[in-house]
């Protein structure tokens, strides 16, 4: 008598550019501390989103083009592991159910989207502030937005 083993099921079944996104908001995380104190404030200052930077009334130290690709670089760095592991949480929830619906591609440019809107809305409530902005709380509210824009 012969009997079928049951195909194994995936430990996660989040779509893999969720986990792939999730894997790189964790890498970037820990080399950004692996990298020693120095690193970790410049990479504050180049890629972290400073309202004050934005409007000129506060010089930063940067990198060339630094004012503008921090609208979408700030999502990609987290204070310390909690802030990361939260976020990331959020994305493997909302975030999988978005990606299952629009897919790989559309979800990304949500995601990406979600976040530059965030840093306009930061600017927008923060003008002048010399705040840093990190996270990637943007990017996973507009995942969560979507979700509930789907269910209505």
């Known amino acids: ?3 079928e083993t049951p195909a194994k099921e995936p430990f996660f079944r989040a779509p893999k550019v969720v986990l792939i996104l999730i894997a790189q908001l964790a890498i970037v995380h820990g080399v950004v501390q692996v990298a020693g104190e120095s690193w970790q404030v410049w990479s504050l200052y180049a890629f972290s989103f ?24 700030y999502a990609f760095l987290h204070a310390d592991w909690l802030h990361l592991f939260f976020n990331s949480l959020w994305l493997l929830i909302f975030g999988s159910v978005v990606a299952r619906r629009l897919g790989p591609f559309r979800f990304l440019v949500l995601a990406a989207a979600a976040a530059i809107l965030g840093a306009v809305a930061t600017l927008l409530t923060h003008w002048g502030e010399v705040a840093i902005v990190i996270g990637a709380s943007g990017a996973v509210s507009g995942v969560m937005a979507a979700v509930s824009a789907a269910r209505t």
Not at 53 to 73: D, H, L
């Open 1 to 3: 008598m012969d009997v």
């Open 50 to 73: 400073i309202p004050a930077r934005i409007t000129g009334e506060a010089a930063f130290p940067a990198i060339w083009g630094s004012q503008v690709w921090s609208f979408m670089t």
